[in-house]
Protein backbone atom coordinates (compact mmCIF):
# COMPACT_ATOMS: atom_id res chain seq x y z
CA UNK A 1 0.00 0.00 0.00
CA UNK A 2 1.49 3.13 -0.52
CA UNK A 3 0.94 6.61 1.57
CA UNK A 4 -0.03 8.87 -1.65
CA UNK A 5 -0.55 7.18 -4.93
CA UNK A 6 0.12 9.54 -7.24
CA UNK A 7 -0.27 7.12 -10.24
CA UNK A 8 -3.76 6.02 -9.58
CA UNK A 9 -4.95 9.77 -10.61
CA UNK A 10 -3.69 9.28 -14.62
CA UNK A 11 -6.04 6.37 -15.47
CA UNK A 12 -9.01 9.26 -14.28
CA UNK A 13 -11.63 10.23 -16.70
CA UNK A 14 -12.24 14.08 -17.16
CA UNK A 15 -15.75 15.21 -18.00
CA UNK A 16 -14.57 15.21 -21.97
CA UNK A 17 -13.82 11.63 -21.62
CA UNK A 18 -9.67 11.64 -21.84
CA UNK A 19 -7.86 10.29 -18.74
CA UNK A 20 -5.92 12.87 -16.79
CA UNK A 21 -2.54 11.38 -18.60
CA UNK A 22 -4.32 11.92 -22.20
CA UNK A 23 -5.08 15.65 -21.00
CA UNK A 24 -1.57 16.58 -19.78
CA UNK A 25 -0.48 14.72 -22.54
CA UNK A 26 -2.21 17.15 -24.75
CA UNK A 27 -1.24 20.21 -22.67
CA UNK A 28 2.52 19.43 -22.86
CA UNK A 29 2.30 18.77 -26.34
CA UNK A 30 0.85 22.56 -26.90
CA UNK A 31 3.58 23.90 -24.65
CA UNK A 32 6.21 22.13 -26.49
CA UNK A 33 4.86 23.83 -29.56
CA UNK A 34 4.26 27.49 -28.25
CA UNK A 35 7.68 27.19 -26.40
CA UNK A 36 6.85 29.96 -24.61
CA UNK A 37 8.58 28.54 -21.09
CA UNK A 38 8.58 31.22 -19.36
CA UNK A 39 5.36 33.21 -18.48
CA UNK A 40 3.54 31.11 -21.24
CA UNK A 41 -0.25 31.41 -21.59
CA UNK A 42 -0.95 28.52 -19.50
CA UNK A 43 0.26 30.98 -16.76
CA UNK A 44 -2.60 33.85 -16.83
CA UNK A 45 -5.18 31.05 -17.30
CA UNK A 46 -4.44 28.66 -14.47
CA UNK A 47 -4.30 32.51 -12.09
CA UNK A 48 -7.66 33.18 -13.36
CA UNK A 49 -9.07 29.74 -12.94
CA UNK A 50 -7.94 29.41 -9.50
CA UNK A 51 -8.83 33.48 -8.79
CA UNK A 52 -12.65 32.11 -9.98
CA UNK A 53 -12.36 28.68 -7.79
CA UNK A 54 -11.11 30.40 -4.27
CA UNK A 55 -13.67 33.19 -4.77
CA UNK A 56 -11.09 35.97 -4.85
CA UNK A 57 -9.80 38.95 -7.50
CA UNK A 58 -6.04 38.01 -7.90
CA UNK A 59 -4.06 35.06 -8.10
CA UNK A 60 -0.40 35.49 -8.40
CA UNK A 61 1.08 31.74 -9.75
CA UNK A 62 4.42 30.93 -8.23
CA UNK A 63 7.56 28.56 -8.31
CA UNK A 64 6.38 26.76 -4.32
CA UNK A 65 4.26 27.27 -1.74
CA UNK A 66 7.50 28.78 0.12
CA UNK A 67 8.06 31.27 -2.53
CA UNK A 68 4.34 32.18 -1.83
CA UNK A 69 4.57 32.62 1.62
CA UNK A 70 8.32 34.60 1.66
CA UNK A 71 6.75 36.68 -1.96
CA UNK A 72 3.30 37.69 0.65
CA UNK A 73 5.77 38.49 3.46
CA UNK A 74 7.99 40.65 1.25
CA UNK A 75 4.75 42.41 0.01
CA UNK A 76 3.86 43.35 3.49
CA UNK A 77 7.02 44.75 4.06
CA UNK A 78 8.21 42.50 6.75
CA UNK A 79 12.07 42.37 7.52
CA UNK A 80 14.54 42.92 10.28
CA UNK A 81 13.08 43.97 13.87
CA UNK A 82 9.25 42.66 13.09
CA UNK A 83 7.78 39.76 14.60
CA UNK A 84 5.18 37.25 12.85
CA UNK A 85 2.88 35.14 15.23
CA UNK A 86 2.57 31.88 13.88
CA UNK A 87 2.60 27.98 15.42
CA UNK A 88 5.06 25.90 16.14
CA UNK A 89 3.59 22.85 14.59
CA UNK A 90 3.81 22.82 10.72
CA UNK A 91 6.38 22.71 8.47
CA UNK A 92 9.64 24.15 8.32
CA UNK A 93 8.23 26.74 5.24
CA UNK A 94 5.86 28.91 7.87
CA UNK A 95 8.57 29.86 9.96
CA UNK A 96 11.71 29.60 7.77
CA UNK A 97 10.46 32.29 5.65
CA UNK A 98 9.99 34.87 8.23
CA UNK A 99 13.15 34.00 9.59
CA UNK A 100 14.92 34.54 6.10
CA UNK A 101 13.59 38.42 6.05
CA UNK A 102 15.19 38.88 9.25
CA UNK A 103 12.10 39.11 11.15
CA UNK A 104 11.05 37.05 14.58
CA UNK A 105 9.10 34.06 14.02
CA UNK A 106 6.81 34.06 17.72
CA UNK A 107 4.76 31.06 18.40
CA UNK A 108 1.89 30.51 20.39
CA UNK A 109 0.08 27.47 21.06
CA UNK A 110 -2.50 25.45 19.03
CA UNK A 111 -6.30 24.33 19.87
CA UNK A 112 -5.50 20.93 21.07
CA UNK A 113 -8.20 19.44 18.87
CA UNK A 114 -8.02 21.07 15.51
CA UNK A 115 -4.30 21.83 15.78
CA UNK A 116 -4.36 25.03 14.38
CA UNK A 117 -3.90 28.39 16.54
CA UNK A 118 -5.59 28.89 19.10
CA UNK A 119 -6.78 32.51 18.77
CA UNK A 120 -7.21 33.12 22.27
CA UNK A 121 -3.43 32.95 22.86
CA UNK A 122 -2.36 35.01 19.82
CA UNK A 123 -3.58 38.82 21.98
CA UNK A 124 -0.91 38.11 24.10
CA UNK A 125 1.96 37.50 21.98
CA UNK A 126 1.54 40.82 20.16
CA UNK A 127 4.08 43.49 20.95
CA UNK A 128 4.29 47.00 18.94
CA UNK A 129 6.58 44.96 16.65
CA UNK A 130 4.24 42.66 15.09
CA UNK A 131 4.03 42.90 11.29
CA UNK A 132 1.80 39.97 10.89
CA UNK A 133 0.03 36.64 11.94
CA UNK A 134 0.24 33.57 9.57
CA UNK A 135 -2.37 30.74 10.54
CA UNK A 136 -1.49 27.36 9.02
CA UNK A 137 -4.79 25.98 7.60
CA UNK A 138 -3.16 22.56 9.04
CA UNK A 139 -3.87 18.93 7.47
CA UNK A 140 -6.79 20.33 5.16
CA UNK A 141 -9.06 22.55 7.80
CA UNK A 142 -9.01 26.21 8.14
CA UNK A 143 -7.66 27.99 10.98
CA UNK A 144 -9.89 29.60 12.88
CA UNK A 145 -10.49 33.01 10.37
CA UNK A 146 -13.12 34.94 12.24
CA UNK A 147 -11.67 34.91 15.17
CA UNK A 148 -8.14 35.58 14.00
CA UNK A 149 -9.16 38.34 11.61
CA UNK A 150 -11.15 40.27 14.88
CA UNK A 151 -7.85 40.62 16.62
CA UNK A 152 -5.47 41.63 13.36
CA UNK A 153 -7.97 44.42 12.70
CA UNK A 154 -8.14 45.37 16.41
CA UNK A 155 -4.38 45.46 16.58
CA UNK A 156 -3.59 46.58 12.66
CA UNK A 157 -2.09 43.73 11.44
CA UNK A 158 -1.76 41.60 8.25
CA UNK A 159 -3.06 37.87 7.79
CA UNK A 160 -1.89 35.22 5.85
CA UNK A 161 -3.21 32.23 5.68
CA UNK A 162 -0.52 29.44 4.88
CA UNK A 163 -2.99 27.12 2.98
CA UNK A 164 -0.74 24.80 1.30
CA UNK A 165 -2.60 21.82 3.06
CA UNK A 166 -6.11 23.46 2.61
CA UNK A 167 -6.61 24.40 -0.76
CA UNK A 168 -10.06 23.48 -1.18
CA UNK A 169 -11.36 23.67 1.53
CA UNK A 170 -14.20 26.00 3.28
CA UNK A 171 -15.15 27.90 6.20
CA UNK A 172 -18.46 28.84 6.43
CA UNK A 173 -18.58 28.80 2.76
CA UNK A 174 -15.87 30.36 1.69
CA UNK A 175 -12.98 28.96 0.57
CA UNK A 176 -9.42 28.18 1.96
CA UNK A 177 -6.94 31.26 0.54
CA UNK A 178 -9.97 33.54 0.58
CA UNK A 179 -10.16 34.22 4.30
CA UNK A 180 -7.61 36.90 4.96
CA UNK A 181 -5.34 39.70 3.86
CA UNK A 182 -3.19 37.29 1.37
CA UNK A 183 -3.76 33.50 1.22
CA UNK A 184 -0.70 31.03 0.11
CA UNK A 185 -0.81 27.59 -1.30
CA UNK A 186 1.46 25.23 -3.00
CA UNK A 187 1.17 22.81 -5.85
CA UNK A 188 3.77 20.18 -4.28
CA UNK A 189 2.76 16.41 -5.79
CA UNK A 190 1.44 15.03 -2.65
CA UNK A 191 -0.84 18.16 -1.59
CA UNK A 192 -4.97 18.75 -2.78
CA UNK A 193 -3.86 19.92 -5.90
CA UNK A 194 -0.55 18.49 -6.73
CA UNK A 195 1.48 19.47 -10.06
CA UNK A 196 4.73 16.85 -11.15
CA UNK A 197 6.59 19.29 -9.86
CA UNK A 198 6.73 22.47 -7.69
CA UNK A 199 4.53 25.18 -7.64
CA UNK A 200 2.03 27.93 -5.60
CA UNK A 201 -0.08 30.54 -5.55
CA UNK A 202 -0.51 33.49 -3.77
CA UNK A 203 -4.29 34.69 -3.59
CA UNK A 204 -5.66 38.36 -2.24
CA UNK A 205 -8.47 40.89 -2.95
CA UNK A 206 -6.23 43.79 -2.46
CA UNK A 207 -4.97 45.22 -5.76
CA UNK A 208 -2.10 46.72 -4.72
CA UNK A 209 -0.54 43.73 -2.60
CA UNK A 210 -1.67 41.66 -5.76
CA UNK A 211 0.60 44.23 -8.37
CA UNK A 212 3.38 44.29 -5.41
CA UNK A 213 3.51 40.33 -5.22
CA UNK A 214 3.17 40.09 -8.42
CA UNK A 215 6.41 41.90 -9.53
CA UNK A 216 8.44 40.50 -6.14
CA UNK A 217 8.21 37.47 -7.81
CA UNK A 218 9.52 38.56 -10.82
CA UNK A 219 12.57 40.17 -10.06
CA UNK A 220 10.51 43.24 -8.82
CA UNK A 221 10.58 43.94 -12.72
CA UNK A 222 8.06 47.28 -13.14
CA UNK A 223 9.52 47.06 -17.27
CA UNK A 224 11.78 45.29 -19.22
CA UNK A 225 15.07 45.34 -16.98
CA UNK A 226 13.67 48.09 -14.79
CA UNK A 227 13.43 47.04 -11.09
CA UNK A 228 11.33 48.90 -8.79
CA UNK A 229 11.26 46.06 -6.04
CA UNK A 230 14.03 43.97 -4.77
CA UNK A 231 12.69 40.66 -5.56
CA UNK A 232 12.91 36.81 -6.10
CA UNK A 233 12.64 34.68 -9.23
CA UNK A 234 9.21 33.25 -8.28
CA UNK A 235 7.74 32.33 -11.31
CA UNK A 236 5.82 29.34 -11.88
CA UNK A 237 6.81 27.24 -14.59
CA UNK A 238 4.53 27.33 -18.06
CA UNK A 239 4.74 23.51 -17.86
CA UNK A 240 3.74 23.17 -14.31
CA UNK A 241 1.07 26.02 -15.00
CA UNK A 242 -0.29 23.51 -18.31
CA UNK A 243 0.03 20.21 -15.72
CA UNK A 244 -1.97 22.01 -13.03
CA UNK A 245 -5.02 23.21 -15.62
CA UNK A 246 -5.45 19.39 -16.74
CA UNK A 247 -5.40 18.59 -12.99
CA UNK A 248 -7.84 21.01 -12.27
CA UNK A 249 -10.69 19.28 -14.13
CA UNK A 250 -10.28 16.20 -11.54
CA UNK A 251 -10.18 18.52 -8.50
CA UNK A 252 -13.86 18.63 -7.79
CA UNK A 253 -14.25 15.24 -7.64
CA UNK A 254 -11.23 14.37 -5.46
CA UNK A 255 -11.78 17.04 -2.94
CA UNK A 256 -15.62 15.52 -2.40
CA UNK A 257 -13.55 11.65 -2.59
CA UNK A 258 -10.97 13.00 -0.06
CA UNK A 259 -14.05 14.20 2.36
CA UNK A 260 -15.73 11.11 1.71
CA UNK A 261 -12.74 8.81 2.61
CA UNK A 262 -11.57 10.95 5.22
CA UNK A 263 -15.48 10.51 7.42
CA UNK A 264 -15.19 7.07 6.73
CA UNK A 265 -12.08 6.29 8.42
CA UNK A 266 -13.54 8.61 11.54
CA UNK A 267 -16.62 6.26 11.39
CA UNK A 268 -14.59 3.29 11.27
CA UNK A 269 -12.73 4.30 14.17
CA UNK A 270 -14.87 5.08 15.77
CA UNK A 271 -17.08 2.17 15.57
CA UNK A 272 -13.84 0.61 17.13
CA UNK A 273 -13.37 2.71 20.00
CA UNK A 274 -9.80 3.46 19.28
CA UNK A 275 -7.55 6.56 18.22
CA UNK A 276 -8.53 10.02 18.50
CA UNK A 277 -9.25 10.75 15.45
CA UNK A 278 -9.62 14.15 13.27
CA UNK A 279 -11.96 16.66 14.61
CA UNK A 280 -13.76 19.79 12.26
CA UNK A 281 -14.48 22.64 13.96
CA UNK A 282 -18.44 24.01 13.12
CA UNK A 283 -18.61 25.39 9.69
CA UNK A 284 -15.26 24.18 8.38
CA UNK A 285 -14.56 21.43 5.47
CA UNK A 286 -11.13 19.71 5.47
CA UNK A 287 -9.87 18.22 2.39
CA UNK A 288 -7.94 15.93 4.51
CA UNK A 289 -4.20 16.96 3.00
CA UNK A 290 -3.29 14.41 5.47
CA UNK A 291 -5.61 12.04 7.51
CA UNK A 292 -4.02 11.98 10.95
CA UNK A 293 -5.10 10.32 14.02
CA UNK A 294 -3.45 10.58 17.75
CA UNK A 295 -1.98 7.38 19.27
CA UNK A 296 -0.29 6.46 22.86
CA UNK A 297 3.03 4.64 21.86
CA UNK A 298 3.26 6.02 18.34
CA UNK A 299 6.85 4.45 17.83
CA UNK A 300 5.13 0.94 18.55
CA UNK A 301 1.81 1.58 16.17
CA UNK A 302 4.07 2.74 13.49
CA UNK A 303 6.52 -0.18 13.89
CA UNK A 304 3.48 -2.74 13.67
CA UNK A 305 1.74 -0.68 11.11
CA UNK A 306 4.83 -1.03 9.22
CA UNK A 307 5.00 -4.80 9.31
CA UNK A 308 1.92 -5.21 7.70
CA UNK A 309 2.84 -3.52 4.71
CA UNK A 310 0.90 0.09 5.43
CA UNK A 311 3.18 3.08 5.40
CA UNK A 312 2.90 5.89 8.33
CA UNK A 313 4.18 9.55 8.47
CA UNK A 314 4.03 12.13 11.51
CA UNK A 315 3.07 15.48 10.49
CA UNK A 316 5.66 17.01 12.54
CA UNK A 317 7.55 15.22 14.93
CA UNK A 318 9.85 18.54 15.51
CA UNK A 319 8.13 21.78 16.26
CA UNK A 320 9.36 24.39 14.42
CA UNK A 321 10.87 26.11 17.55
CA UNK A 322 12.91 23.47 18.30
CA UNK A 323 14.38 23.35 14.89
CA UNK A 324 17.66 24.00 15.28
CA UNK A 325 17.81 26.58 11.87
CA UNK A 326 15.15 28.50 13.28
CA UNK A 327 16.76 28.27 16.73
CA UNK A 328 19.87 29.93 15.27
CA UNK A 329 18.22 32.93 14.20
CA UNK A 330 15.95 33.82 17.51
CA UNK A 331 12.65 32.96 18.05
CA UNK A 332 10.43 33.50 21.24
CA UNK A 333 7.39 31.09 22.20
CA UNK A 334 4.76 33.11 24.46
CA UNK A 335 4.22 33.14 27.57
CA UNK A 336 8.02 31.47 28.36
CA UNK A 337 7.63 28.64 25.77
CA UNK A 338 4.02 28.20 26.47
CA UNK A 339 2.99 25.55 23.89
CA UNK A 340 2.00 22.10 25.64
CA UNK A 341 -0.70 21.54 23.26
CA UNK A 342 2.03 21.83 20.60
CA UNK A 343 4.31 19.75 21.81
CA UNK A 344 1.96 17.11 23.00
CA UNK A 345 0.45 16.98 19.37
CA UNK A 346 4.06 16.54 17.88
CA UNK A 347 4.73 13.29 20.37
CA UNK A 348 1.19 12.15 19.53
CA UNK A 349 -0.06 12.42 15.95
CA UNK A 350 0.35 9.58 13.05
CA UNK A 351 -0.55 10.04 9.52
CA UNK A 352 -2.24 6.82 7.71
CA UNK A 353 -2.01 6.71 3.79
CA UNK A 354 -4.62 9.15 2.57
CA UNK A 355 -5.46 9.67 -1.30
CA UNK A 356 -8.64 10.11 -3.28
CA UNK A 357 -8.03 6.80 -5.29
CA UNK A 358 -7.78 4.88 -2.10
CA UNK A 359 -10.29 1.75 -1.89
CA UNK A 360 -12.76 1.03 0.91
CA UNK A 361 -10.22 -1.97 1.24
CA UNK A 362 -7.00 -0.73 1.58
CA UNK A 363 -8.65 1.42 4.30
CA UNK A 364 -10.74 -1.54 5.89
CA UNK A 365 -7.05 -2.82 6.31
CA UNK A 366 -5.78 0.43 7.70
CA UNK A 367 -8.47 0.74 10.20
CA UNK A 368 -8.02 -3.21 11.04
CA UNK A 369 -4.39 -2.72 11.75
CA UNK A 370 -4.63 0.42 13.86
CA UNK A 371 -7.15 -1.16 15.99
CA UNK A 372 -5.06 -4.31 16.39
CA UNK A 373 -1.68 -2.75 17.39
CA UNK A 374 -4.26 -0.34 20.10
CA UNK A 375 -5.87 -3.32 21.94
C1 LIG B 1 2.05 24.04 5.89
C2 LIG B 1 3.00 24.16 4.73
N1 LIG B 1 3.47 25.37 4.40
C3 LIG B 1 4.31 25.54 3.37
C4 LIG B 1 4.72 24.48 2.60
C5 LIG B 1 5.72 24.73 1.51
O1 LIG B 1 5.26 24.37 0.24
P1 LIG B 1 6.30 23.96 -0.93
O2 LIG B 1 6.82 22.61 -0.62
O3 LIG B 1 5.46 24.00 -2.16
O4 LIG B 1 7.36 25.00 -0.94
C6 LIG B 1 4.25 23.20 2.89
C7 LIG B 1 4.69 22.04 2.07
O5 LIG B 1 4.83 20.94 2.52
C8 LIG B 1 3.37 23.03 3.98
O6 LIG B 1 2.90 21.82 4.31
Redesign the pocket.
Known amino acids: MQFIDLKAQQQERLPDGRSLREAVDARIAALLDHGQYILGPEVAELEQRLAVYVGVEHCIAVA??????LIALMALRVGAGDEVITTPF?????AETIALLGALPVYTDIDPRTYNLDPCKIEAAITPRTKAIIP???YGQPADFPAINAIAERHGLAVIE?G??SFGAQQHGRRSCNLSTIG?T???P??PLGGYG???ACFTNDAELAGLMRRISRHGQSRRYFHTEVGVNGRIDTLQAAILLAKLELFDGEVASRQQIGERYSQCFQAAGVATTPYLAPGNTSVY?QYTIEVESRAAVQEDLKASGIPTAV?YPTLLCQQPALHACGSRCSGACAIPFAQRASERVMSLPMHPYLSPQDQDQVVAAVTAALC
Open positions: SGTDALSFIATVSLDAQTSFFSKDGGAH
